[in-house]
């Protein structure tokens, strides 16, 4: 989804593993005189490691 960062802060919940990430970055975005609320973002899943950095990818390890 892409849309200003506070639409997507609002649209989220609490633990859905999604994050607005701006797009260009907030301090790109200031320079232009757009306030981080105001910026463009989308949103990102993040991973999800139950076990360890590598559970996720490989099967054999515990």
Do not use: W
């Amino acid at each position: 989804m892409v849309g200003i960062y506070d639409d997507l802060i609002a649209a989220g919940v609490k633990g859905d593993n999604i994050t607005p990430h701006h797009i260009p970055s907030n301090a790109r975005m200031q320079l232009e005189g757009v306030s981080r609320g105001d910026g463009i973002a989308i949103n990102m899943e993040q991973p999800y490691h139950s076990r360890g950095l590598f559970s996720d990818f490989s099967p054999t390890c515990p």
